[in-house]
């Protein structure tokens, strides 16, 4: 049996090479982190039923034994004494922190956490306590989202079942995933652990995120209350949640979504439903299920018929696919290898070819590509790098190097075109420059730009240059930096920047810049930020200079910590450990900003964009109505006016809507909660597809446009030339599907996550 999730789709936006692929994404300025670039398509690690963000499996008992006694790793551990099913401890790790770091802010810590789990974020400062679960089966629920904790308290957790320096096997947690998605967002620490024994005994180590705040947003030392409940095993039957973050099934029992991507589900025998994990012994699963996948990851799936529907839970027969044409969707229809777009390629020689026309095999024409069937495109043509492919010799090269409609551009012959094979390998004024290292190395014909000069797909800087960001809603392009001058990178040893330059991280990581504690001095986010207790704060118009004000002062500065964040007359958009900026009230039908949050609509009211960073306060019109999760189940619902849409989106979710668009007119389209702000958690995004008339082919995928506060929310304006595949439209109805995405560190990445609200604005704008 052959079972395809999202990979047999997205895998082809994986050989972008063969199709221009594009530059590396220039880091940010403004975060001073390296961000996808919007034509990042996400690998597919599409979960099961049973998959739980920000959670581990329990420790098992395979770190080494304590060296020194009473001793996790190198730290002595205070024993907490049991006070029935609940129990509270107040801490403080100033002293820890003191006598671990000597002062100084470090991320080597006594007792490290497991290399290969990803959720186990560094931590300074750590205290460890001992805690033995009572008479009977649970899992733990460990908090330090108490009153005890202040709100800009940075804390960590990990948990483990046997300490050593460093731990093979724990779970943890950094920022309350409970707290993520709203508007005051925790940045202390929650985990519920898998079910252990009576009588078992864990180790809870607490400390400081690494590396720390600034000491007003956040901070990594001080007092704490942590909480450490213990929840009873749910039983066979009974009703659980998917996530694992209110409860556990006892063991040998699964979480089963009640249907595909819901949170709720009911606790069912391992390997005896659709959607279980696999049992470790034979058989497997039940009668009429398989097992896909190996070892402790094996889920339990059905079989679907021929033409039948698929998804998580159903798998197809031998010598069909679960074919799909929706990014993100969890459903689909099996069809015959060869038959569809997008499928399998049928085994060379197979009667009929590899494909049925009019499709071809990618891989047939460009080795470098996966064996899909796709639409072949013609020399000069429109090409769409995820479900075309364009004649050998020839290179998909789109507008601004992003994932979309491009054009079948002979190698050599233009900027982002693969270099030719041999002879002169690039045209005049062009430089054959490799991109990326081992065998995902592509040679593409490129400009080269110079310090202090614009850097974007199609111009690279000078090999000891960064190309960072200083607009941050466009994620393509920014200015060449030299290491260690003002914009470049921060050398890797002390001095980190030449002169009176600052690097923005202590520990060299960042962006050298000057840094002005004048109110009123010019920033523009790149080479002059805003020192402590300031912000800067963009001008009328601009996405990239501004003034350096007082936090919390004026419209559009951070918020301050503390319970009065802006000034009289201003409101928080969330909180100042959120990115929360301060916003100006207005009223039905007047200006409002649909990007960066500094204007707040009346209530239910919401911004309709007009452009990606301009708008008017208008009340929503529409609910999204299922089914909506492809272009062709709203076709016939298509908007002809500006629109809110509210809405909601549940794991493995899409949501489409469908735009009737004048002849060269563009698309704008937000999604946020309405005023700025993106309704996911800090390691989410909402991404953005826009499709073409046909419903199959993407036009543009927008991934993270910025600067939302906690995660990010997608914009697209076909005004802009980044985003240039939205505008000068032939007329037609085209479609915008949002999804979500998660980022988040997780010992087992999910695809999407849950957003509990959005608001998603729709115009399509005349010529």
């Not at 099961?48 to 920000?54: I, K, L």
Request: with cysteine; proline share 6%; glycine share 12%.
């Amino acid at each position: 049996m052959k079972r395809l999730t999202l990979a047999g789709l997205l895998a082809v936006s994986g050989s972008l090479a063969a199709c221009g692929s594009d530059n590396p994404a220039p880091a940010d300025a403004g975060t001073d982190t390296v961000v996808p670039t919007d034509n990042t398509v996400p690998a597919d690690t599409t979960p099961t039923d049973v998959t739980r963000p920000d959670v581990a499996p329990a420790d098992v008992a395979t770190d080494r034994a304590d060296a020194g006694g009473m001793t996790c790793g190198r730290l002595p551990f205070t024993t907490v004494m049991r006070a029935g099913n609940t129990t509270t401890v107040m801490g403080n790790n100033t002293q820890a922190w003191m006598d671990q770091t000597m002062g100084r802010p470090t991320g080597t810590s006594p007792v490290r956490p497991p290399t290969a789990n990803r959720t186990c974020v560094p931590m300074s400062g750590q205290l460890v306590y001992a805690y033995t679960t009572g008479t009977a089966a649970a899992s733990l629920r460990i908090s330090t989202t108490n009153a005890g904790t202040p709100r800009n308290f940075d804390t960590v957790i990990y948990v483990t079942r046997t300490c050593a320096n460093t731990l093979a096997a724990a779970v943890c947690n950094d920022d309350d995933p409970e707290y993520a998605a709203r508007p005051d967002r925790r940045v202390s620490s929650l985990v519920t652990t898998e079910v252990f024994p009576a009588g078992t005994r864990v180790f809870i180590l607490v400390g400081g995120f690494y590396p720390p705040g600034d000491g007003t947003t956040t901070i990594d030392r001080g007092a704490f209350e942590l909480t450490i409940n213990e929840l009873p095993a749910v039983a066979a039957g009974a009703v659980c949640d998917v996530n694992g973050l209110a409860n556990r099934c006892d063991a040998n029992l699964d979480c089963v979504a009640d249907t595909v991507g819901s949170d709720a589900g009911r606790c069912r025998t391992r390997g005896s439903v659709a959607g279980s994990l696999c049992r470790t012994s034979e058989p497997r699963c039940d009668m009429s299920l398989t097992c896909v996948g190996a070892g402790a990851t094996g889920v339990c799936v059905g079989t679907a018929m021929p033409d039948g529907a698929c998804d998580q839970r159903t798998g197809c027969p031998d010598g069909f696919v679960c074919a799909t044409t929706t990014l993100g969707a969890s459903t689909g229809t099996c069809r015959r290898a060869g038959t569809t777009l997008g499928s399998d390629c049928r085994p060379a020689g197979a009667m009929g070819g590899r494909c049925d026309a009019p499709f071809v095999c990618a891989a047939d024409i460009d080795p470098a590509r996966a064996e899909d069937c796709v639409a072949a495109a013609t020399m000069g043509g429109e090409c769409d790098t995820l479900r075309s492919v364009c004649p050998t010799g020839s290179t998909c090269v789109t507008a601004n190097g992003g994932t979309a409609i491009g054009t079948c551009v002979a190698d050599g012959a233009g900027a982002r075109a693969r270099c030719r094979a041999s002879g002169t390998r690039c045209d005049m004024g062009l430089e054959c420059i490799t991109l990326g290292e081992g065998t995902a190395a592509v040679e593409q014909c490129l400009r080269r730009s110079a310090t202090n000069m614009p850097c974007g797909p199609a111009l690279q800087c000078p090999d000891a240059d960064t190309c960072y960001l200083n607009d941050l809603t466009d994620r393509q392009n920014g200015i060449c930096g030299a290491t260690g001058q003002a914009g470049g990178a921060c050398n890797t040893a002390e001095p980190f920047c030449t002169g009176t330059l600052t690097c923005s991280s202590p520990t060299g990581a960042g962006l050298c810049s000057t840094v002005s504690t004048m109110m009123g001095a010019a920033c523009d986010r790149l080479r002059t930020r805003c020192g402590m207790g300031f912000s800067c704060v963009l001008a009328t118009g601009s996405q990239t200079m501004g003034t350096c004000q007082p936090d919390g002062s004026v419209v559009g500065a951070d918020c301050r910590a503390g319970d009065m964040p802006c000034a009289a007359g201003l409101t928080c958009s969330g909180s100042a450990l959120s990115g929360g900026v301060c916003q100006r009230a207005v009223t039905a039908g007047m200006a409002c900003d649909p990007v960066n949050g500094t204007t707040v609509c009346p209530a239910m009211q919401y911004c309709l964009a007009s452009a990606f960073n301009a708008g008017t306060c208008a009340a929503s019109t529409a609910m999204e109505t299922e089914p909506n999760n492809n272009p062709s189940d709203v076709m016939a619902r298509a908007l002809t006016a500006p629109t809110l849409i509210r809405g909601a989106l549940g794991r493995l979710d899409v949501d489409c809507a469908a735009v009737t668009v004048p002849a060269m007119g563009r698309l704008v389209a937000v999604v946020s909660d309405g005023n700025g702000r993106c309704p996911v958690n800090i390691g989410g995004r909402i991404a953005m597809d826009v499709y073409s008339p046909n419903g199959t082919t993407v036009r543009g995928i927008s991934q993270q446009n910025g600067p939302f506060g906690a995660g990010s929310c997608s914009h697209v304006d076909g005004g802009r030339a980044i985003q240039a595949f939205a505008g000068g439209l032939a007329a037609g109805t085209y479609y915008v599907c949002i999804r979500g995405v998660n980022d988040a560190a997780a010992a087992t990445p999910v695809a999407t996550e849950a957003v509990p609200a959005y608001v998603l604005s729709v115009s399509a704008i005349a010529p």
